[in-house]
């Protein structure tokens, strides 16, 4: 019998709002691995996700920072999709006319090591989030933010009165060569756009997985809460989203659970829906 495969988002899906995880899901998550295929589909880096899945065993390829990096827990390298230089510098640009920058996630070699590269200018939100990045060795402050040769993805955050004309006129000016993602940010009460290659989504991701691991997309259940999720929902042939998913998410779930993040939601669906015997 082949092993079910479950992949989870984790930012306001799996995670706490502390970004913790609990002891009751770690304990779900690591017994139903034992007979199960369990991973991750997050927007964050290789290094984060290992920091807070320390505990965790994971079976499968992670897909990483909204999708454009497929790498093995063991660091193997599945997929990767760049926004080139010249056309990163291009969105710089034409976001300063919003007198707006951004921040740019890259790649600093082949080793996987990274890049947080943040413009010295910045609004309250853009502040509030780098609150949480203290003391991160990525982190590079540019008095004349430009991209790098590697450049994942570009990000920014700030009113929705800003993002989404931004956003429009990005669209406008680049077309399909890029990915737009607008969404609310659950941390604060600020929007986000997130740019990407038109191939650099959790959708393109979870096929690489499903290559893989040699499975249909259909035979996965996905988790999920935010815009950057819907993707993979419309291919998963099981999609679950949280209590506290945006309405968008939810329309499209195939179940919405009761719990939310903070109830340990995913866990409780895993533990329920497979009768897997723990001792608690």
Known sequence: ?????????????????DQS??????????????DAILTVATARSYQKTRDFLGKLHLHAPMILLDGTMVVTPEKKLIDLKLINKELADMVIDEGAKFH????????????????????????????????NYAGDPRLKIHKHIRAEKMNL????????????PLTEHLQKTFGPVLEYKLSPEKYSDGWFLTILHPEGDKAHALKKVAE?????????????????????????GTSVAVSNALDEVKEIADIILPHSNDEDAVAKYLHESTKVRMDF
């Not at 707006?100 to 502040?127: A, C, G, R, W, Y």
């Open 21 to 34: 995880v609990s002891d009751f899901s770690a304990n779900v998550w690591n017994t139903l691995g034992k």
């Open 212 to 236: 893989y691991l040699g499975r249909d997309t259909r035979e996965m259940t996905v988790f999920g809460d935010s815009i950057n999720d819907i993707g993979m929902f419309k291919l998963a």
């Open 153 to 164: 993805k570009i990000v920014y955050f700030g009113q929705l009165d800003t993002l989404k």
């Open 100 to 131: 707006i920058f951004p921040f740019i996630i890259s790649l600093k070699d082949m080793e996987l090591n990274e890049s947080f590269n943040v413009p010295i200018t910045l609004n309250l939100h853009q502040e509030g989030v780098l609150n």
């Open 1 to 17: 019998m082949k092993k079910k495969i479950f992949i989870t988002d984790l930012d306001h899906t799996f995670l706490r709002t």
